[in-house]
């Protein structure tokens, strides 16, 4: 669900649907003051706050009832399926739900000039050794690690990719160090 005219700041905001949701029933997960949690019946409902998005799930019953209290209360609009969210595609499907990072993987290869790059099947080297190679052109620290940051966000939903962004990771490239 998304939430339409925010002229207020979003503390005042936040403070007004964080007060809202408690009046509700709902318990603040002590890990993330944007989880909300009701179990009522031992059927769940789950609300997460993201700037003015909400995020619904549970059982589908309580999830229709919260939605109307929140629709009475807030100038909302409810989306229903979730598309996108935070680089995320979500693909709700009968037998599951499943993400990727299409859209982001191709942002990621255009901003960093990668588009041309040849894939391999596997990340990278088992074992490899980073060395300084002084016939190639230097490699921009702040590029180098704004490209790993990007990569260790794909890890979300490419596990396969893990050790080689954590290795990468690693070494930063510390322009005041050999390497």
Request: charged letters at 25%; glycine letters at 4%; aromatic letters at 8%.
């Amino acid at each position: 669900m998304a939430l339409y005219g925010l002229k207020q700041a979003p503390r005042v905001w936040y403070a007004r649907m964080d007060a809202y949701l408690q009046r509700l029933g709902f318990k603040k997960s002590t890990t993330n003051p944007n989880l909300y949690i009701k179990v009522e019946n031992d059927e769940p409902v789950i609300i997460l706050l993201y700037v003015d998005v909400l995020l619904v799930t549970g059982d589908e019953g309580r999830i229709q009832e919260c939605k109307k209290l929140l629709v009475a209360e807030f100038d909302m609009k409810d989306r229903v399926l979730m598309r996108y969210y935070l680089g995320l595609e979500v693909r709700q499907e009968l037998n599951g739900i499943s993400l990727g990072q299409g859209k982001y993987v191709i942002e990621l290869l255009k901003r960093f000039d990668m588009m041309e790059c040849k894939p391999l099947t596997t990340s990278m080297i088992t074992n490899l050794k980073m060395l300084r190679n002084y016939e190639s052109s230097p490699v921009d620290p702040t590029k180098y690690r704004q490209l790993i940051s990007s990569s260790m966000y794909l890890v979300n939903t490419r596990p396969d990719i893990c050790s080689a962004v954590n290795v990468l990771s690693q070494s930063q490239m510390d322009p005041r160090h050999d390497h």
